[in-house]
């Protein structure tokens, strides 16, 4: 049974910092593509971050750039998601999600085929 567990979420104030990670079961992720996708209140499910299976390439959503950074750490089975200088606009729920085997990022959620429960991210003062 293939399990995404993510955590690391909280509360934090505008220009903090929180890191995000994602532990798979069932599956092992260095075969996979990972997402990070967030649910932001009143609007639709949207990709943050993406890092590719082979390469490492990584992808980001434009308004994170520079502040959001997507690892992998293949002998812990694990994805981190680090988040700096969070904004208020980031808060929501985050999720981890991976493809079919061997597939690539894609701002395509349907492909997504495991996720997660979410971990929420709240960025207030």
């Known amino acids: 049974q293939v399990q995404l567990v993510e955590s690391g979420g909280g509360l934090v104030q505008p220009g903090g910092s929180l890191r995000l990670s994602c532990a798979a079961s069932g599956l092992g992720l260095d075969s996979y593509a990972v997402a990070w996708i967030r649910q932001t209140p009143g609007k639709e499910r949207e990709g943050v971050s993406c890092?590719?299976?082979?390469?490492?390439?990584?992808y980001h959503k434009e308004s994170v750039k520079g502040r959001f950074t997507i690892s992998r750490d293949n002998a812990k089975n694990t994805v981190y998601l680090q988040m700096n200088n969070l904004k208020p606009e980031d808060t929501g729920v985050y999720y981890c999600a991976v493809p079919g085997i061997g597939d690539v990022c894609s701002a395509n959620l349907a492909r997504y085929e495991y996720w997660g429960q979410g971990t929420q991210v709240t960025v207030s003062s």
């Open positions: 890092i590719s299976i082979n390469d490492g390439m990584t």
